[in-house]
């Protein structure tokens, strides 16, 4: 943790350098200078740009979920303007965007949107430069909170955790297929890391919850649908079989391949090498028991 810290300190400091030294080469402003502050401000937008992409990468890979939250937690303002950072800062690498008058008014050019129509408007230099400091340090200190604290920005005031805890029971049968598990309170909980498990021990979510948060663990053909129930593997009860399954180095839960004791099919195994793992228990083949919890 502290070298990725050390890192970010180290970019942080760069982008500082480079943001003073552009605001001396704007007090000192004459004909034939203003390539010293535009040097400056394109230094300082790398420096900004890096920065925000490794502690991006760094809070990711500390609370997957957390860094989710936040980005789904910003608003259109402000994701399109760090759509518009990363862009001018592509663009600026490759050619000259830059329009000075006579007044020495430095003027950024319009750049051409990608994968969609519309180019962003010009801008001035001088106040973007200021802004788009201020906007970075917020973004880098966002990621920084959740590195080092992994603390849940999560609005979850939308679901209803299931007040007892429950075991499942094959619909055809009865016979028992799980543990008796808890609903789990804070999505912040699951891991959207590949061969780790997806919930922790002896928990449940449904389909639905996930699908709503944004956090489904995989994409593809064999996603997880809202009519079901998603456990950690370890909360399968002793008695239940699984079977091979299609898959690279395990099951990818395309098939039902999780049975009973009596042989009734009751959930699917996702254990491949890509994916965090779990079973998917579709709420038609299952039925719940709660366990009362008197204090």
Same mark, same amino acid.
């Given at each position: 943790?502290?070298r990725h810290l050390?890192i970010?300190?180290?970019?942080?400091a760069?982008? #500082?350098y480079?943001?003073s030294q552009?605001?001396?080469?704007l007090?000192?402003?004459?004909a034939?200078q203003?390539?010293?502050?535009?040097?400056?401000? &394109?230094?300082?937008l790398e420096?900004l740009?890096?920065?925000?992409?490794l502690?991006?990468v760094?809070?990711?890979?500390?609370?997957t979920v957390?860094?989710?939250? *936040?980005?789904?937690?910003?608003?259109a /303002?402000t994701l399109e303007e760090l759509? *518009?950072?990363?862009?001018?800062?592509?663009?600026?690498r490759?050619?000259?965007?830059f329009?000075?008058s006579?007044?020495? #008014?430095i003027?950024?050019q319009?750049?051409q949107k990608?994968n969609? %129509?519309? &180019?962003?408007?010009? %801008?001035?230099l001088i106040p *973007?430069m200021?802004e788009?400091k201020?906007? +970075?340090?917020g973004?880098?200190? +966002?990621?920084?909170n959740i590195?080092t604290?992994s603390?849940?920005h999560y609005?979850q005031s939308w679901r209803?955790? #299931?007040?007892? %805890? /429950?075991?499942?029971?094959c619909?055809v049968?009865g /016979?028992p297929v799980?543990?008796i598990? &808890? !609903?789990?309170?804070?999505?912040s909980?699951?891991?959207?890391?590949e061969?780790e498990? *997806?919930?922790?021990?002896a928990t449940y979510?449904?389909?639905?919850?996930v699908?709503?948060?944004?956090?489904?663990?995989w994409?593809?053909s064999?996603?997880i649908?809202?009519d079901?129930?998603?456990?950690?593997?370890d $909360?399968?009860?002793?008695?239940?079989?699984?079977d091979p399954?299609p898959g690279c180095c395990?099951?990818? $839960? $395309?098939?039902l391949?999780?049975?009973?004791r009596?042989?009734?099919p009751i959930?699917r195994? /996702?254990a491949?090498?890509?994916m965090?793992?779990?079973?998917?228990l579709?709420?038609? !083949?299952?039925?719940?028991?709660?366990?009362?919890?008197?204090i």
């Amino acid at each position: 943790m502290n070298r990725h810290l050390s890192i970010l300190q180290f970019k942080q400091a760069c982008a #500082d350098y480079h943001y003073s030294q552009a605001q001396a080469a704007l007090k000192n402003l004459a004909a034939g200078q203003a390539h010293i502050l535009i040097a400056e401000f &394109s230094a300082m937008l790398e420096v900004l740009h890096t920065g925000i992409h490794l502690a991006r990468v760094s809070a990711y890979k500390q609370s997957t979920v957390d860094v989710k939250a *936040y980005m789904n937690s910003l608003d259109a /303002a402000t994701l399109e303007e760090l759509r *518009y950072l990363e862009q001018l800062v592509q663009a600026n690498r490759i050619d000259h965007l830059f329009d000075i008058s006579d007044a020495l #008014d430095i003027t950024i050019q319009p750049i051409q949107k990608r994968n969609e %129509r519309g &180019s962003y408007e010009a %801008r001035s230099l001088i106040p *973007y430069m200021s802004e788009v400091k201020q906007f +970075a340090d917020g973004l880098i200190q +966002a990621m920084v909170n959740i590195y080092t604290s992994s603390s849940a920005h999560y609005d979850q005031s939308w679901r209803t955790v #299931d007040l007892h %805890r /429950a075991s499942y029971y094959c619909r055809v049968c009865g /016979a028992p297929v799980t543990k008796i598990m &808890s !609903h789990l309170g804070n999505l912040s909980g699951i891991s959207l890391k590949e061969k780790e498990s *997806y919930l922790p021990r002896a928990t449940y979510v449904y389909g639905h919850e996930v699908i709503k948060a944004e956090l489904l663990p995989w994409n593809g053909s064999n996603e997880i649908t809202e009519d079901e129930l998603v456990i950690s593997i370890d $909360s399968l009860g002793r008695d239940v079989r699984k079977d091979p399954a299609p898959g690279c180095c395990g099951p990818d $839960s $395309s098939v039902l391949n999780v049975f009973c004791r009596e042989g009734h099919p009751i959930g699917r195994e /996702a254990a491949d090498c890509y994916m965090p793992h779990c079973i998917r228990l579709p709420l038609t !083949h299952v039925q719940r028991l709660e366990t009362l919890d008197f204090i």
